[in-house]
């Protein structure tokens, strides 16, 4: 019986996962109020550390699956060999992908050299409640202003990922290193209010951070998996089945949440999560100033 309910617990951490990651409203904060309950996880810090990381390349999944046209870069292109009636198929890469995949790259750079240099210092002097709440606050404030300002009375200079600049996306790579740094800052939050500050639409925005999590997600989780390799710490059977179930619940959650959010910015805005972040960002500090979360 303990083991079935650590297995539904881990399920609902799946859950939480797969619905906060993608929209912009901070999971660590979700992750830390949930973890702060009796439902939270029986397992070492040093496990939890690694799973609430790992559990992303569930939702990575979600991303690749749900937008694998645009993401793969190649395709089979017809070819007549020479001298015969006959045709090969060949690798090509698709339009626009190599310009697409360069963007990416270089808006990972600057996230990538301070979670690698200071994935570990980050945690230990931010990743507390009253940190994570006051970054879900500012970021909510933030949000609420773009849109009543810049994204309300400008229009987009782009439409797509096509049309962003290369300056743009580094841009957007700056604040995406933002949400490195500060845990409830939201990595989907802080790329989607640096693409609207530096001209992106709504869609092209979101669209934007989710190709982005694919890199990002991924090196974060190997570099959480090495250094717990490294510790040499051992999973028991429960935890690996912790990690798995929550695995795959994110990515089913994730799946559905992806296409709900792309379907809602397309008529509405962002206000409403600007808003719930400032209500769970008071919520967070209420809470540890009664000693419920430490």
Not at 52 to 74: K, S
Not at 137 to 157: H, L, R, S, W
Not at 189 to 216: C, D
Request: net charge neutral; aromatic share 12%; glycine share 6%.
């Amino acid at each position: 019986m303990q083991a079935f309910l650590e297995i539904l617990k881990a399920a609902l951490f799946g859950i939480v996962e797969g619905i906060t990651e993608w929209l912009p409203i901070s999971s660590t904060g979700h992750m830390i109020l949930l973890n702060s309950t009796p439902l939270k996880l029986s397992v070492s810090d040093e496990f939890y550390s690694m799973f609430e990381v790992v559990i992303q390349l569930g939702a990575i999944m979600a991303v690749v699956i749900t937008f694998w046209d645009q993401l793969w870069p190649w395709y089979l292109k017809k070819e007549k060999i020479p001298g015969r009636m006959a045709s090969k198929s060949v690798p090509a890469w698709k339009k626009g992908s190599i310009d697409m995949w360069l963007k990416i790259i270089i808006c990972c750079i600057p996230a990538a050299v301070v979670g690698v240099l200071f994935d570990d210092e980050i945690d230990r002097l931010f990743y507390h409640p009253i940190p994570v709440a006051l970054a879900l606050i500012i970021v909510g404030i933030v949000f609420i202003i773009v849109e009543n300002t810049i994204a309300k009375n400008k229009a987009p200079e782009a439409s797509s990922i096509a049309e962003m600049s290369f300056m743009m996306v580094w841009w957007i790579g700056v604040a995406q290193t933002i949400a490195a740094i500060f845990p409830g800052t939201s990595r989907s939050g802080a790329t989607i209010i640096g693409a609207l500050i530096v001209g992106a639409s709504r869609e092209a925005a979101a669209e934007f951070t989710f190709f982005l999590a694919v890199p990002v997600m991924l090196g974060a989780s190997l570099l959480k998996v090495a250094k717990y390799i490294h510790a040499g710490v051992h999973m028991s059977a429960l935890e690996s089945a912790d990690l798995a179930v929550g695995c795959i619940v994110a990515f089913v959650v994730s799946m559905i949440v992806i296409r709900f959010f792309m379907s809602y910015i397309r008529k509405h805005d962002f206000k409403v999560f600007g808003w719930y972040r400032i209500a769970l960002g008071a919520l967070v500090i209420v809470l540890a100033a009664s000693k419920v979360i430490s």
